[in-house]
């Protein structure tokens, strides 16, 4: 699976919308991109996926840019619970199903 | 959705023994993963359990050293050979659902002494 980049860390205050990027520059045709987070203490929790087209769901927003390289996870309204860290990962559904490849992911700190 | 029970939910186990952690799934899935996450660090794919044949094993991990069995659609037991202390660490199952999207047990966090 082709890598993603997103920043270590970034912190917004509660009740405001919250960007998070990330830069997948070699991703393939057949790369979806999704979102997962990781609380405390907790195993990673699905956030959100897509292909192509910008997806919205009950958790938050995904913004693909047109070529793909770039996508934006946000969060239309932080609350503390939304203190986690949060995993952009490509997964190629062209060719079987492999598990997901983490990486460091973004830990997104909300202040009250 | 799918709800995972992982068992046990920690363990402290002496050098040289073994852990076998098992992974119940409420309904029948096709994927079914195992991870590691070390302390302070991100995921790492252990393996793909698969269901009537042996598990397919990621770069850096064996099957001597963690042994898989998927007896059907909704079972799967890890376990943790000839543990050492670099072995401690927290050890999740993972399934994947029809609609891609990946549900993951809370984890069995292993401290090995």
């Known amino acids: 699976d082709a890598k993603t980049t997103q920043p270590n860390s970034m912190e917004s205050n509660e009740e405001e919308p919250v960007h998070l990027p990330c830069n997948h520059s070699?991703?393939?045709?057949?790369?979806?991109i999704h979102w997962y987070r990781q609380l405390p203490s907790q195993g990673p929790e699905y956030v959100i996926h897509?292909?192509?087209s910008n997806v919205n769901n009950r958790m938050a927003s995904l913004a693909i840019a047109e070529d793909r390289k770039s996508s934006t996870l946000i969060l239309h309204r932080a609350t503390l619970r939304d203190a986690a860290v949060y995993y952009c990962?490509?997964?190629?559904?062209?060719?079987?199903?492999?598990?997901?490849?983490f990486g460091k992911g973004t830990h997104l700190i909300i202040q009250p | 959705s799918a709800v995972i029970s992982q068992k046990p939910s920690r363990d402290i186990c002496q050098r040289g023994t073994s852990l076998t952690i098992q992974c119940q799934v409420d309904?029948?899935?096709?994927?079914m993963f195992w991870y590691r996450q070390q302390p302070g660090q991100s995921l790492t794919l252990i393996a793909t359990?698969?269901?009537?044949?042996?598990?397919?094993?990621e770069s850096g991990f064996v099957i001597d050293k963690f042994p898989i069995s998927r007896p059907n659609l909704t079972f799967s037991t890890l376990t943790v050979s000839n543990m050492s202390p670099e072995d401690s660490s927290i050890y999740l199952c993972?399934?994947?659902?029809?609609?891609?999207?990946?549900?993951f047990g809370e984890g069995s966090r292993l401290t090995v002494l």
């Open positions: 993972s399934v994947e659902l029809n609609t891609g999207e990946l549900f």
């Open positions: 070699t991703i393939s045709g057949t790369d979806y």
């Open positions: 897509g292909l192509t």
């Open positions: 990962i490509l997964r190629d559904m062209g060719g079987g199903a492999d598990g997901l490849t």
């Open positions: 309904s029948q899935v096709t994927m």
């Open positions: 359990a698969n269901q009537g044949s042996e598990a397919t094993y």
